[in-house]
C-alpha cells in the first residue's frame, strides 16, 4: 500500500479551466448565473448537434429530478427506471412520491430491456396504472438499444427520460447520446468524462423546455418587482465557477474520449487469451460507447474459481480501485419493495462484473501496475 493510488475515474483537468474560473472572478461573477453557464450551455448545445436546448444544473440527480417534473410526473404515478444503474436514475422517483418500476437488463448492452420494458407496461396498464415516464440509461457509457426502447415507448406513448449521465460523447447511429429521450441527462460529477466538480445538464427539446426547467431550477421566481412564487421551486442552477471548469473540460472531452477508449482497448488485450473473461463492449459498429468505465465479467467456471472478488482483492491489495458493478436497484434495501420485471441479467452481471480502473489521466506506469496483477492473478 506504499504505491500511490490508482483512482477508477479520477478528474482529469485539460489546463484551461482556470482561464475561465479566473476570469469569473476578475468580474466578481461568482455567484449562481454569470457568462461561464451560458457559454458552457451553448458549447453543450453545439457539441450535441441536434436542435438540444440545454440547461446547466447543479447535478445529474437535479437533472433527472426536474425531468420528471416536466414529464408530469406527480404523488401517486408510476414510473419505470432501469433496475441496472446507479441509485441516481431512481431516488427522484420517490423524491415526487412516485412509484419506481424496476426493469432487468439485456444481455448485449446490459441496459434496459425492451422485452421486460413492454411486459411490464402491459401489466401495469392491466393493473389500471399506466406508467408515466420511462427512465433508461446509457450504462458506463454504452448506448441502449435506442429504436427497440423508442419502439415500446411510442406505442404506449410514453415519454422517455434519457440518463446519459455516464455517456457524454457516446452515440448511436452518428447521433449523441443525451439526445434521443424526450428529456435529456448528463452529469458532470468528479468522476464523469468531464467533470465541473459537482454539475450536470438536463437537455430539452423546446426553448421553452428548457426556459421552464431553468425556472423550476431558480426557486420558480414569479416575473414579478418582488419575491414572489406560484409554484414549487429548487435551487438547482449550476455556479458561474463550476461552469468555468465545464467550459475547459469541454475543450478536451474529445481527447478523453479517446484516451478512455483506448483503455478499453488495453484490457481487451490484456484479457484476450483469458478464458472465462469478458471485456464489456458495444455490440456493434452501430454503437459508439466512451467507455466512461471499462468493465469485465469473471465466470468462475472457467477461470479455476477465480472471482470478480478475487481480482478485486487482488487490486486493492496493491492500492489500485476497482469496483462491483452497479448493485441493481431491485436488491436494495430501498427498492426492493418495488414491483420488478425480468430475469436474473441484472443481478448475474452484478455477482461476475468488475469495473476496472478507466482514467483518462491514466499512465504507462499505471497500466503496468495493472496488467502485473493481473498476470499475477490469472497466472
Same mark, same amino acid.
Given at each position: 500500500?506504499?504505491?500511490?493510488?490508482?483512482?477508477?475515474?479520477?478528474?482529469?483537468?485539460?489546463?484551461?479551466?482556470?482561464?475561465?474560473?479566473?476570469?469569473?472572478?476578475?468580474?466578481?461573477?461568482?455567484?449562481?448565473?454569470?457568462?461561464?453557464?451560458?457559454?458552457?450551455?451553448?458549447?453543450?448545445?453545439?457539441?450535441?448537434?441536434?436542435?438540444?436546448?440545454?440547461?446547466?444544473?447543479?447535478?445529474?440527480?437535479?437533472?433527472?429530478?426536474?425531468?420528471?417534473?416536466?414529464?408530469?410526473?406527480?404523488?401517486?404515478?408510476?414510473?419505470?427506471?432501469?433496475?441496472?444503474?446507479?441509485?441516481?436514475?431512481?431516488?427522484?422517483?420517490?423524491?415526487?412520491?412516485?412509484?419506481?418500476? &424496476?426493469?432487468?437488463?439485456?444481455?448485449?448492452?446490459?441496459?434496459?430491456?425492451?422485452?421486460?420494458?413492454?411486459?411490464?407496461?402491459?401489466?401495469?396498464?392491466?393493473?389500471?396504472?399506466?406508467?408515466?415516464?420511462?427512465?433508461?440509461?446509457?450504462?458506463?457509457?454504452?448506448?441502449?438499444?435506442?429504436?427497440?426502447?423508442?419502439?415500446?415507448?411510442?406505442?404506449?406513448?410514453?415519454?422517455?427520460?434519457?440518463?446519459?449521465?455516464?455517456?457524454?460523447?457516446?452515440?448511436?447511429?452518428?447521433?449523441?447520446?443525451?439526445?434521443?429521450?424526450?428529456?435529456?441527462?448528463?452529469?458532470?460529477?468528479?468522476?464523469?468524462?468531464?467533470?465541473?466538480?459537482?454539475?450536470?445538464?438536463?437537455?430539452?427539446?423546446?426553448?421553452?423546455?428548457?426556459?421552464?426547467?431553468?425556472?423550476?431550477?431558480?426557486?420558480?421566481?414569479?416575473?414579478?418587482?418582488?419575491?414572489?412564487?406560484?409554484?414549487?421551486?429548487?435551487?438547482?442552477?449550476?455556479?458561474?465557477?463550476?461552469?468555468?471548469?465545464?467550459?475547459?473540460?469541454?475543450?478536451?472531452?474529445?481527447?478523453?474520449?479517446?484516451?478512455?477508449?483506448?483503455?478499453?482497448?488495453?484490457?481487451?488485450?490484456?484479457?484476450?487469451?483469458?478464458?472465462?473473461?469478458?471485456? &464489456?463492449?458495444?455490440?456493434?459498429?452501430?454503437? &459508439?460507447?466512451?467507455?466512461?468505465?471499462?468493465?469485465?465479467?469473471?465466470?468462475?467456471?472457467?477461470?479455476?474459481?477465480?472471482?470478480?472478488?478475487?481480482?478485486?482483492?487482488?487490486?486493492?491489495?496493491?492500492?489500485?480501485?476497482?469496483?462491483?458493478?452497479?448493485?441493481?436497484?431491485?436488491?436494495?434495501?430501498? &427498492?426492493?419493495?418495488?414491483?420488478?420485471?425480468?430475469?436474473?441479467?441484472?443481478?448475474?452481471?452484478?455477482?461476475?462484473?468488475?469495473?476496472?480502473?478507466?482514467?483518462?489521466?491514466?499512465?504507462?506506469?499505471?497500466?503496468?501496475?495493472?496488467?502485473?496483477?493481473?498476470?499475477?492473478?490469472?497466472?
Amino acid at each position: 500500500m506504499s504505491q500511490s493510488k490508482i483512482w477508477l475515474s479520477s478528474p482529469h483537468m485539460g489546463g484551461t479551466e482556470q482561464k475561465y474560473i479566473q476570469e469569473a472572478f476578475e468580474a466578481n461573477w461568482i455567484a449562481p448565473l454569470g457568462p461561464n453557464v451560458t457559454g458552457l450551455e451553448q458549447d453543450l448545445q453545439e457539441y450535441l448537434s441536434s436542435d438540444a436546448k440545454v440547461g446547466a444544473l447543479s447535478s445529474g440527480t437535479a437533472a433527472i429530478h426536474l425531468g420528471l417534473v416536466l414529464l408530469g410526473v406527480k404523488s401517486g404515478d408510476e414510473v419505470i427506471c432501469q433496475s441496472m444503474t446507479f441509485s441516481a436514475s431512481a431516488n427522484p422517483i420517490l423524491y415526487l412520491g412516485a412509484t419506481p418500476i &424496476f426493469i432487468d437488463s439485456e444481455i448485449q448492452t446490459w441496459n434496459i430491456c425492451p422485452v421486460a420494458l413492454e411486459q411490464a407496461i402491459e401489466d401495469r396498464i392491466s393493473k389500471g396504472k399506466k406508467p408515466k415516464a420511462i427512465i433508461a440509461v446509457h450504462l458506463y457509457g454504452v448506448p441502449y438499444q435506442v429504436e427497440e426502447v423508442r419502439a415500446v415507448a411510442d406505442k404506449y406513448n410514453i415519454p422517455i427520460l434519457e440518463d446519459s449521465a455516464e455517456a457524454l460523447g457516446s452515440s448511436y447511429k452518428l447521433q449523441k447520446c443525451g439526445t434521443f429521450g424526450d428529456i435529456g441527462v448528463l452529469s458532470f460529477n468528479g468522476n464523469k468524462i468531464i467533470t465541473t466538480s459537482g454539475g450536470g445538464a438536463l437537455v430539452a427539446k423546446t426553448t421553452a423546455q428548457k426556459e421552464k426547467a431553468i425556472f423550476y431550477a431558480t426557486q420558480s421566481r414569479d416575473n414579478a418587482p418582488h419575491y414572489q412564487h406560484s409554484e414549487i421551486g429548487y435551487n438547482y442552477r449550476m455556479s458561474n465557477i463550476c461552469a468555468g471548469i465545464g467550459r475547459g473540460q469541454m475543450e478536451v472531452l474529445d481527447q478523453h474520449v479517446s484516451l478512455r477508449r483506448a483503455m478499453h482497448d488495453f484490457y481487451v488485450e490484456a484479457f484476450n487469451e483469458i478464458q472465462g473473461v469478458t471485456v &464489456f463492449s458495444a455490440p456493434n459498429e452501430d454503437y &459508439f460507447a466512451n467507455y466512461w468505465l471499462s468493465a469485465i465479467t469473471i465466470d468462475a467456471t472457467q477461470t479455476n474459481g477465480i472471482t470478480r472478488e478475487t481480482l478485486r482483492l487482488a487490486f486493492d491489495a496493491v492500492n489500485i480501485e476497482s469496483r462491483p458493478l452497479w448493485k441493481p436497484m431491485h436488491m436494495q434495501p430501498i &427498492f426492493e419493495k418495488y414491483p420488478y420485471y425480468g430475469g436474473t441479467i441484472a443481478e448475474t452481471l452484478f455477482e461476475n462484473g468488475l469495473c476496472l480502473p478507466s482514467g483518462s489521466n491514466l499512465t504507462d506506469s499505471d497500466r503496468n501496475r495493472i496488467i502485473t496483477v493481473i498476470k499475477q492473478v490469472f497466472g
